[in-house]
């Protein structure tokens, strides 16, 4: 068996950088708007639903 040891500031420390896919859709005004009216609407349901 190996003994694994943990090392600071390694690579392995860091996290992964984000793929050239996950940058396009973090810049991608249209889905974000989208994401923004999904997540707005989910709040207000839960909001409406408490006052009832």
Request: net charge positive; glycine share 4%; charged share 20%.
């Amino acid at each position: 068996m190996k003994n694994k040891t943990v090392q600071a500031y390694s690579d392995e420390s860091y996290p992964p950088f984000p793929t050239k896919s996950t940058l396009f859709w973090r810049r991608f005004m249209p889905w974000q708007a989208y994401r923004f009216f999904v997540l707005n609407l989910r709040i207000l349901k839960i909001v409406v639903g408490g006052h009832s």
